[in-house]
């Protein structure tokens, strides 16, 4: 197990792929989740799809090494290891109550499950997933 218990709740932690970059998140805060399948998402990972978290910037710390960021839209900032490339979060430029982290980052990745598909109007034909869940063709949910 690599989750810690305290009383501001569980602590799971995650980073890059080469090790660069470390972060801890509060699993009990999260408040959303989420298959993206928008071209900036597939572009940025080189992937299919984007599995997200959603919780409060205050749930969330890189613990270390820090990310570099770029614009990947008018209002949005996306965080990814400088080594590496692992693409780790995603956050607005102008301060909002909750920031994005990719799942797959996470060192226990199977904790938390994508309860929604979003931007399916861009999914690529042959990536499909097997599930019933929730599926919008634009932001949604
Ligand atoms: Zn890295
Ligand atoms: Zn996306």
């Keep these: 197990m690599t989750g810690e218990s305290s009383a501001q709740g569980k602590l799971e932690h995650g980073g890059c792929l080469c090790g660069r970059v470390r972060y801890a998140l509060r699993v ?10 928008c071209r900036a998402c597939q572009r940025s990972a ?6 997200w978290l959603t919780l ?6 890189y613990i270390k090494g820090r ?13 990814f290891c400088v080594d590496c490339g692992t693409q780790i979060a995603f ?9 994005d982290v990719t799942i797959a980052s996470l060192d226990e990745p199977a904790l938390v499950q994508p309860n929604k598909h979003i931007w399916c109007e861009s999914r690529i034909g042959w990536f499909e997933t097997a599930d019933d ?5 634009h932001g949604g949910g």
């Design 28 to 37: 009990d805060e999260i408040s959303g989740t989420g298959y993206c399948h």
């Design 46 to 51: 080189g992937a299919p799809v984007l599995a």
């Design 56 to 61: 409060p910037v205050a749930g969330f710390a």
């Design 67 to 79: 990310p570099a960021q770029y614009l990947s839209s008018k209002a949005y900032m996306r965080e």
């Design 91 to 99: 956050r607005g430029v102008d301060p909002e109550p909750t920031l």
């Design 133 to 137: 869940l929730p599926r919008h063709a």
